[in-house]
């Protein structure tokens, strides 16, 4: 009488580890996708709290807080990044928000940052090269379009806009 040992070929194994990994490996694509999305909700969650901390300052002021024109950022390549939108901190907000993911190869080296401009009249915010490829999608109705920067950047401005 001779007992057989049932069980898999190495083949069979190979086979379901596979499958596995390319299983995986979607899941992976897809959740780094999802985070993508979750970090450019948060860029505008903050532009949005940028402009009414802007709308709060001009309130008391009468003026926007001015850069003379020039660009500031929190970028390590962009103006003062201490405090890169003057006189706003902490009265109007507690933290000028950093960037949630800051990767200095992107864009030119700027790697998502926030950048200001202002004269004291005008204002534009810019979230500067944001992760996720949907600004390229982002529709004209958009209320963060930026028709200077369709394609790289998200920007609240002052009510009435400039084009800077």
């Known amino acids: 009488m001779q007992i057989t040992k049932r069980g898999f070929t190495l083949i069979e194994l190979l086979v379901v ?9 979607i899941v992976l694509v897809s959740l780094s996708g999802a985070r993508a999305k979750a970090y450019d909700v948060s860029r505008k969650s903050e532009l949005k709290e940028l402009q009414a901390a802007l709308e709060l300052y001009y309130n008391d002021h009468n003026s926007y807080p001015s850069t003379n024109g020039q660009w500031w950022g929190n970028s390590p390549n962009g ?9 706003l901190t902490p009265t109007y907000i507690s933290v000028l928000p950093q960037d949630p993911v800051y990767t200095p190869s992107a864009c030119g080296g700027w790697g998502g940052a926030y950048l200001y401009n202002s004269n004291g009249i005008d204002y534009k915010l810019l979230s500067h090269c944001p992760q996720n490829s949907s600004v390229a999608n982002t ?5 963060f379009y930026d028709l200077v920067r369709p394609t790289w950047a998200w920007q609240v401005e002052t009510p009435g806009g400039v084009n800077w």
């Open 17 to 25: 580890i596979a499958i596995i990994g390319l299983l995986a490996s």
């Open 139 to 143: 529709l004209t109705t958009d209320p």
């Open 79 to 87: 103006g003062n990044q201490i405090n890169w939108i003057p006189g």
